[in-house]
T-cell receptor, first 114, second 110 residues
């Protein structure tokens, strides 16, 4: 079965621009989470959606937002990009409503802000 | 704030050696998960442990969850070059949130 698909794989943006990243979870998975991975901070939780509702949000500024559609696909948006937003953005999906059963991650979107 | 401290950060060993990676916290987690990540890819789930004191074995890998559900360890027996990668522990929290450790970069030389 198809895994978690993230598009695009690579993105280069200029400071001040905005960007939208897309994630298609495994079919049937209703929980979708987003993480930011950087060499200095590791993997940091951005937000999690379950059945179109944001259940939890990490400690990121309001420039980071997301949403989930009725087909469980999710998008995250970053406005007014800063150099420090350069990172690997990972999406993960799970069948369960709780985090304890583990997640399947996509390959990520590598965002570079110049 | 829940934090997970993972050690060591870097590990370089010869093929055939054994190793242990530790994950510690002052917080209680509902589960402890271990992932392995290769360059340019997302993390891949290795195992989830949910019961205090639980031990799970996956071929040469042994995972343990502490009795108090605050710590975990990953032990690899007779490491092989194919075990090379970034190993991440993650604690299950409410609302579908995972708290990740900083990771252990493992290099196994032939």
């Amino acid at each position: 079965k198809a895994g978690v698909t993230q598009t695009p794989r690579y993105l280069i943006k200029t400071r001040g621009q905005q960007v939208t990243l897309s994630c298609s979870p495994i079919s049937g998975h209703r929980s979708v989470s987003w993480y930011q991975q950087t060499p200095g901070q590791g993997l940091q939780f951005l937000f999690e959606y379950f059945s179109e509702t944001q259940r939890n949000k990490g400690n990121f500024p309001g420039r980071f937002s997301g949403r989930q559609f009725s087909n469980s696909r999710s998008e995250m948006n970053v406005s007014t990009l800063e150099l420090g937003d350069s990172a690997l953005y990972l999406c993960a999906s799970s069948l369960a409503a709780v985090s304890d059963y583990g997640y399947t991650f996509g390959s990520g979107t590598r965002l570079t802000v110049v | 704030t829940q934090l997970l401290e993972q050690s060591p950060q870097f590990l370089s060993i010869q093929e055939g050696e054994n190793l242990t990676v530790y994950c510690n916290s002052s917080s209680v987690f509902s589960s402890l998960q271990w992932y392995r990540q290769e360059p340019g890819e997302g993390p891949v789930l290795l195992v989830t442990v949910v019961t205090g004191g639980e031990v799970k074995k996956l071929k040469r890998l042994t995972f343990q969850f502490g009795d108090a559900r605050k710590d975990s360890s990953l032990h690899i027996t007779a490491a092989q070059p194919g075990d090379t990668g970034l190993y991440l522990c993650a604690g299950g929290s409410q609302g579908g949130k995972l708290i990740f450790g900083q990771g252990t970069e493992l290099s196994v030389k032939p």
